[in-house]
């Protein structure tokens, strides 16, 4: 019997995040209990359609479900309008009506369209998160964020809307490349950064590599408190985008060839040097993080300069009149936004190179 743990996001009508091994192959009983509809619709990528959706669909299909499936190329370059558009073509072709399901399987491009198509198909149909990466499971798949790139930035158009589940077998994690699934634990030192020394010390000590249902668990526990209290990102939310206003400066300079994850590391990496250069934190804080970032076999830091970096962030969607919002670091476990104008975004990334 598979034993799985579930943490509960209190945000609209709830849910639940079922965390586990086996469930790839238990999806089918597990959306049956959940669901009224027996027609699903499965989007997945040209990486995940190989090594899952067989097994999903003979798990849905052996609960009694009508399952269509379409899968794309994988990858950043797809988030775009055209591969939107292929989504929506296909729910219809499904023929799903609006009591019909989306399943987003796969890492957090297909979470982020699939959850974006689904709140715009009919005006809104439910949809479940299966994250088939470390990423994903952390991070993209709870909190209801979704949505695609445009050609001026990163995840520029899409809607907050939460999944109906989010459903996360950990036996996915062991097909990863090394490279993939690092890249995911990048996120989960952002969290211990933001609120969970312990966590943080299970990267110190290097335990949490080898603990992925536990990492997993803590993530979603303190993104599911953040999101609680702050769905919509008015607040208390910013915090999560901790190194972010780098990364997807560093992810656009390297015309997305930098996966998310690798460039939030540096981010990270960046705004604890500038947190400690500006009297925020201590040196030995921000050394902390850096060692804590080398023990996942992640970068700290980037070959690209301050004023390239804060060329792109002018152009960050968190960007008002004042400025940008960014996240510094007092300590771990204590982390604050504050407003950068823009004069001041270059200084502030100058403060954090290596
Ligand atoms: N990944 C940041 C958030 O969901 O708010």
Known sequence: MNIYSTVRVNVGEGYDVTIGQGIVDGCGGILASLLATRRVAVVTDSNVQPLYLGRVRASLEA????????????????????????ILEFFARSGLTRKDCAIALGGGVVGDMTGFAAGCYMRGIDYIQMPTTMLAAIDSSVGGKTGIDLDAGKNLA???????????DTDCLATLPAEVYADGLAEAVKTAILGDAELFAMFEDGTACANPQAVIDRCVRYKASVVEQDEKESGLRKLLNLGHTPAHAIEKLSGYTIPHGRAVAMGLGIMARAS???????????????AALKNCALPA????????????????????AAGVSVVLIRDIGDCFFEEVSLEDMSGLFADGME
Do not use: H, W
Not at 67 to 77: D, R
Not at 158 to 168: D, E, H, N, R
Not at 301 to 320: F, L, P
């Open 63 to 86: 609960a009694g479900f009508a399952v269509t499936s379409f899968a794309f190329e994988a990858g950043e370059q797809s988030k775009n309008i055209s591969t939107f558009g292929s």
């Open 158 to 168: 899409g809607l907050f809307i939460q999944p109906k589940a989010v459903l996360c």
């Open 276 to 290: 400690a250069a500006r009297g925020n934190c201590t040196a030995q804080c921000a050394a902390r993080i850096e």
């Open 301 to 320: 830091g980037t070959a690209y300069s301050a004023e390239e970096m804060s060329v792109i962030a002018e152009n960050d969607k968190k960007r008002t």
